[in-house]
């Protein structure tokens, strides 16, 4: 077998080392960082289960990656001739989401808005600018229109949306209308890359290098809809399920790694 490209010694008596010729019980470590990853997935998948009935939730999206592999080869006394690959672990990618838009339902109320397509409405959060598909919005006690964690809207010219009361329209294109009188245009933005937004705080996102710069968009607004979380409830559930067993699995490879380690050091050196 290779170690750190070169094959691994006859002394080293089966007991894979690393570059630094500490000894690493690769096969415990695989299985465990595989436990390690099913734990972090499921906490995921608990998440969006709790969020199911959030206006505007976006699913998560769980990538694995593999660690690095190892090239096995076969020392005969003939050469090294070449086993195959070994993976040695599993990790976790950084979460994505699921940017498909959810169903919408009919409220009736004039504060509940949704978008028809690509985009997001823009929120003054704590940080800055902030996103979200959410449109359960609420008109604050100064008369700002606002998000539910009291983040105001934000209108064209990126200030706070001054409504008033609840009494106003909004058309298509996004302008909001008391009487004859046009307060403002809300905000709409799209992304190169909508996938590589950070979520941050409540159901709001954050842009990135990855996502790119916030674009206008022309996005049509519909007044009294409000778009659902798109967390398909049945699919969750089947996946925590095959979560589970692959965490059992891994964890029966750590029992066996820990069984034969402890025959190892009860067995093979024993003196008769």
């Not at 998948?45 to 593999?66: F, H, I, M, Q, W």
């Not at 003054?124 to 959410?134: F, K």
């Not at 979520?199 to 674009?215: C, F, I, K, M, Y």
Request: proline share 8%; charged share 15%.
């Amino acid at each position: 077998m290779l170690r750190d490209g070169q094959p691994a010694g006859r002394g080293d008596r089966g007991v894979w080392r690393g570059g630094r010729g500490d000894p690493v019980l690769r096969g415990l470590y695989t299985a465990a960082s595989g436990m390690l990853a099913r734990v972090l997935q499921q906490e995921r998948l608990a998440g969006d289960l709790a969020n199911v009935n959030t206006p505007g939730y976006k699913a998560s999206r769980n990538v694995t990656e593999a660690f690095p592999e190892l090239l096995l080869s076969r020392l005969d006394g003939t050469g090294a001739p070449v086993v195959g690959p070994l993976g040695t672990g599993t990790v976790v990618a950084e979460p994505g989401a699921d940017m498909r838009p959810g169903p919408w339902v009919t409220t009736g109320r004039p504060q509940d808005l949704a978008l028809e397509g690509d985009g997001f409405f823009v929120v003054m959060g704590p940080g800055g600018p902030a996103y979200t598909r959410a449109g359960n919005f609420t008109v604050g006690s100064q008369g700002y229109l606002q998000a539910p964690d009291g983040s105001p809207v934000l209108d064209t010219t990126g200030q706070p949306l001054l409504v008033g009361s609840a009494q106003f329209t909004v058309r298509p294109d996004g302008q909001v209308v008391v009487g004859d009188a046009v307060l403002g245009t809300i905000a709409r933005v799209t992304f190169a890359n909508p996938a590589g937004l950070r979520r941050v705080g409540d159901n709001l996102w954050q842009a990135t290098a990855e996502s790119g710069p916030a674009v206008p968009a022309a996005t049509p607004v519909r007044q009294g809809v409000l778009e659902q979380s798109n967390v398909d409830p049945v699919q969750v559930v089947v996946a925590m399920l095959a979560n589970f067993r692959a965490f059992e699995a891994a964890q029966r490879a750590v029992q066996a790694q820990d069984q034969t380690l402890g025959l190892a050091i009860q067995e093979v050196g024993r003196v008769t």
